[in-house]
């Protein structure tokens, strides 16, 4: 096993064709093990080189990705506002799918007073 950062990284999920890795880390948009007080969701080489932030926020959160079957989405929950802007959501979550292709974001929920969760069910 290979530590891949200092920063504070979780929910690590590994690609289809496992040539790489998405997580959430609290690193520093710029790469360094520098803490941004936020967490984005990351992309990686499987040995942990080329990290990429795929979401750049730096007053809100992105957490839990989970990539789509067809490994052409990426699922995560997301504490930002709902309009996509940098801006915290009052620290509740929704559901954001992003087009792997283009990295278009959209929220799939809209919750203005609860948390939401997600799980993929792979069928």
Do not use: C, K
Request: proline share 2%; hydrophobic share 30%; net charge negative.
């Amino acid at each position: 096993m290979t530590q891949l950062t200092q920063a504070g990284s979780y929910s690590v999920q590994w690609s289809s064709d496992g040539n790489q890795i998405f997580y959430e880390s609290s690193r520093a948009l710029d790469g360094t093990d520098q803490n941004n007080g936020h967490y984005n969701i990351w992309v990686s080489n499987m040995d942990g080189s080329n990290p990429q932030p795929l979401t750049r926020l730096t007053e809100a959160d992105n957490f839990v990705p989970q990539r789509s079957a067809d490994g052409n989405y990426l699922i995560y929950a997301s504490s930002r506002s709902l309009d996509g802007s940098n801006s915290d959501n009052n620290h509740l979550s929704n559901i954001w799918i992003m087009n792997l292709e283009n990295s278009e974001n959209r929220a799939l929920t809209q919750s203005q007073n609860a948390h939401s969760f997600l799980q993929l069910i792979a069928e």
